[in-house]
């Protein structure tokens, strides 16, 4: 028996657009254009997409062609290595750890692309380097698998560094070792030569 006739995109939805359980919802009318300047790095485009829309800082393609892999602006940023680009997504309120359909964060996608700076972007916004996807792996696990070794290096760094300042903020600050401190400071990138004293070390 023959399939019901595509009855075509429901009242005000674009031309592109298609009723699927994964989109109920008609999405932005400039969300496949906003998704393909965040592909090209095109921030000339985007700011006035965005202004006439908040909503598409957070689309992630559903309801479009770019919606089976679910990437956000910021995954595409993360993607192509725009550096710029994912600074101003992230100004404009994006979350970092805004998941694709595998459950992919954007620190997920810099992993894998081998992006270090990009993902320095995103560790220094706040991405948890621990975040689990759809396969049960880390940004770092993803990094090791691709043997992306400067990013590697970097979520080594990130997840040290996360640890520590968690057992640090989880103490009273008189329990706090210069050691731990020094080693904290400078997993931050603080260059701390000269300095021994704890009262310098907080102020």
């Not at 300047?37 to 479009?64: F, I, N, S, V």
């Not at 602006?73 to 101003?88: F, T, V």
């Not at 070794?149 to 640890?163: D, E, I, N, W, Y």
Request: aromatic share 4%.
């Amino acid at each position: 028996m023959a399939g019901a006739p595509d009855p075509g995109p429901p009242p005000g939805w674009p031309e592109w657009a298609r009723i699927s359980a994964s989109c109920p919802e008609p999405p932005p009318s400039d969300g496949k254009a906003w998704l393909e300047a965040a592909k090209r790095g095109d921030r000339h485009t985007m700011e006035p997409l965005l202004r006439g829309d908040a909503r598409l800082l957070t689309y992630d393609g559903k309801g479009c062609s770019l919606g089976f892999i679910g990437h956000t602006a910021l995954h595409w940023a993360a993607s192509k290595n725009y550096k710029d680009l994912a600074k101003w997504l992230i100004a404009e309120g994006l979350p970092v750890e805004s998941p694709n359909n595998a459950q992919s964060t954007p620190l997920h996608t810099a992993a894998q692309c081998g992006h270090d700076k990009v993902a320095e972007v995103l560790l220094d916004a706040g991405a948890s380097v621990h975040s689990i996807n759809a396969d049960k792996q880390t940004p770092l696990d993803v990094a090791q698998e691709r043997d992306q070794a400067a990013v590697v290096t970097l979520l080594q760094r990130g997840a040290v560094m996360g640890s520590l300042l968690l057992d640090l903020s989880g103490r009273e600050e008189a329990t706090w070792k210069v050691a731990e401190m020094k080693r904290a400071l400078t997993l931050g990138g603080v260059d701390i030569d000269g300095v021994a004293d704890k009262s310098e070390l907080l102020s």
